[in-house]
């Protein structure tokens, strides 16, 4: 895996890239508004990192990682992405998004939804409980102590291999918290959403978590 493609260059996508440049990957960037809004940003990341469209980021991306508003998930392209690994990192708030009634419901995720629209694509949640800034000051070399961990759900067991190599290459531990349907377990307001988990303590989070209604309910 040679090249990311990001389509969504924001406070998570920007710093997913400096990661990856950091870390001996090339890197196309793309977002909704056209690769010439992207010129500080490339210049800053340097030569390994281009401009883009978001067709061209998800046909060159070996990885792809798809970091827009959620309400904006049907526009991510589908037939470039089949077969490739596609990580999600967005979240549900509806005062951005607007109402989803799925989501509402809880009957499915903000992944699967992501899923559903890319069926031959393999889509692994991950960045979505990390504060941006901290992607590029909390990362450490693998073996360190209390090394923070980061959570990751997925229907592929191979693709979340993957994207566990890259998590380590990017300095953090991984937690496998199971298929695209647990991925509620670290949705905003839930005990692993925001703060800074080692391994074990995110473990115990995520068991942790309940569901909006469950905590609607005082259960």
Avoid: C
């Avoid at 309400?71 to 549900?92: C, E, S, W």
């Avoid at 300095?171 to 298929?179: A, C, I, N, S």
């Amino acid at each position: 895996m040679q090249t990311i493609g990001l389509i969504g260059a924001g406070h998570i996508g920007s710093q997913v890239a400096r990661l990856a440049v950091r870390n001996g990957y090339d890197v196309l960037v793309s977002n909704s508004r056209g690769p010439e809004t992207l010129k500080d940003l490339v210049a800053e990341l340097g030569p390994r990192a281009r401009a883009a469209t978001v067709l061209e980021a998800a046909r060159a991306g070996d990885i792809v990682v798809v970091t827009i508003p959620l309400k904006n998930y049907r526009q991510v392209p589908v037939q470039p992405l089949a077969g490739k690994i596609v990580i999600d990192t967005n979240n549900y708030y509806p005062q951005r998004d607007g109402q989803i009634r799925e989501l509402d419901e809880e009957s499915t995720t903000t992944s699967e939804l992501l899923q559903a629209h890319l069926p031959a694509s393999k889509v692994v949640k991950a960045f979505n409980h990390i504060y941006a800034a901290e992607l590029t000051t909390h990362g450490q070399p693998a073996g360190s102590p209390n090394r923070r961990a980061l959570a990751i759900f997925g229907n592929d067991a191979q693709a979340k291999e993957t994207v566990t190599r890259l998590l380590d290459q990017f300095g953090f531990d991984t937690v496998d918290g199971g298929r695209l349907a647990e991925s509620w377990r670290i949705q905003r307001d839930t005990p692993g959403y925001g703060p800074r988990r080692n391994a074990v303590e995110l473990r115990g989070d995520l068991a942790a978590a309940k569901r909006y209604k469950e905590k609607a309910h005082g259960a």
